[in-house]
């Protein structure tokens, strides 16, 4: 069984900076793809911003210019810098991974969530 635990989130006031950490543990052969989804109220989970095992990149538009993703593949950590922070920023963010087992068969799995609320 594979954990994925954040931390970071927090209360920050407009164009102000958090990084999130997401960090895996548990019994795994190689985490696959990462990502970063949020969840505002009431509304529905979007992707944020994933990365492959090779460093590559994808990011909601709604965030380009303003976060990056990294990863540290020897730590199983994926981070999320967020500078330039506004309001419709406010969310759960959640880790999710793909993560390869020794059984050979890829499975899914997501963190608890933290909360990231940007005030004006």
């Known amino acids: 069984q594979v954990q994925l635990v954040e931390s970071g989130g927090g209360l920050v006031k407009t164009g102000g900076s958090l990084r999130l950490s997401c960090a895996a543990s548990?019994?795994?052969?190689?985490?696959?793809?990462m990502v970063w989804y949020r969840q505002a109220p009431g509304k529905q989970r979007e992707l944020v911003a994933r990365i492959t095992s090779g460093g590559s990149t994808n990011y909601a538009d709604s965030v380009k210019g303003r976060f990056t993703i990294s990863r540290d593949n020897a730590k199983n950590t994926v981070y999320l810098q967020m500078n330039s922070l506004k309001p419709e920023d406010t969310a759960v963010y959640y880790c999710?991974?793909?993560?390869?087992?020794?059984?050979?068969?890829?499975?899914?799995?997501w963190g608890q969530g933290t909360q990231v609320t940007v005030s004006s």
């Open positions: 548990g019994s795994m052969f190689s985490i696959n793809v």
């Open positions: 999710n991974a793909w993560v390869r087992s020794w059984d050979s068969y890829e499975y899914e799995y």
